[in-house]
């Protein structure tokens, strides 16, 4: 039986791309207003500057910094100067984003059950503490999870294993003994490279669309995950 659950949160708790679409079009309807430019070209600018500053900062929490995509699109719009504007961009697209989340159905059915059965909840989650912070709160998730790791905190973000090492850091050996990782891609679950480096003696990952393996399934559904876990007790 599971030990430990190990969560993702974005597009596992939730659906980003709504959230995403809103914010960015939110955000570029108010970059678009103060600087009289076309709203296509501020999308323009700020899809550049998010690969540029992801090109510059590598996998690490701060490159998912809204704040640092806005600056740097207005700074190659010749806004430069213009760090209010940033400001309100960045506070722009994340009101949105928050306010468009809805927890994925399945999801609360899912963290009673592992409540129920006393077992540790973790979120380890990609980009900034606070926003991270907030989107838990928002969703109703700080009262029902025992500890959150993100990336901003860490030397990398999941790819590098960082935030799981600061994880092993924080829970007790026998919380590692096997345990369930849910999420929506590879780097939320690398079950075998966390055996190999000693962080947990055993574990198993459902990936959001996954194929089946030795170590992972594929879910749809967060009801399948429930059930499965369910089923261990």
Known sequence: MPTMVVL?????LYAYEPCNRAAHSAMVALAAAETKLAPAAISEALSTARA???????????????LLYAYEALAALGFGNQLRLALNMEQEFWRTYIL?????????????????????????????????????VHLGLDSVVDLVVVSEECAGDKSSLAPF??????????????????GDGPADAPVSRLIDEGLIDDGFGWILGGAADEYHDGWSSLSEVEAAFTSTF
């Open 52 to 66: 540029t500053v992801k090109s510059r900062l590598g996998a690490t929490g701060s490159s998912h910094s809204r």
């Open 8 to 12: 993702d949160l974005d597009d596992t």
């Open 165 to 182: 090492r600061a994880l092993a850091e924080r829970t007790s050996p026998d919380a590692r003994r096997n345990v369930w990782f849910v």
């Open 100 to 136: 468009e989340m809805r927890l994925r159905p399945g999801a609360a059915e899912l963290l009673t059950a592992v409540r129920y059965q006393h077992v540790r909840i973790a979120v380890v989650t990609d980009l900034t503490s606070q926003i991270q912070y907030r989107k838990l």
